[in-house]
């Protein structure tokens, strides 16, 4: 089994929550609900992953808060 870790906003206009795997071209999607979009994230990594293994373009690292003023 892999493990991916995906960055998730919520859209302001839709109200859809959109998630990417950070470095992997391809693998974005949206739902209506986390579950939604857990579900739809794993099928599209599924689907890429069926051309072989990943060259990922970056590492996904974390998060930092940056307070300003």
Known sequence: ??????????????????GSVPGFPGAHSQGETLDELNKNLREVIEMLLEDGEPQLEAE????????VG
Do not use: H, N, S
């Not at 089994?1 to 959109?18: H, I, N, W």
């Not at 996904?60 to 307070?67: A, K, L, N, P």
């Open 60 to 67: 996904f690292v974390g998060i930092q808060t940056v307070d």
């Open 1 to 18: 089994m892999k493990r991916f870790t995906a960055v998730v906003e919520r859209c302001p206009d839709t109200g859809l929550y959109v």
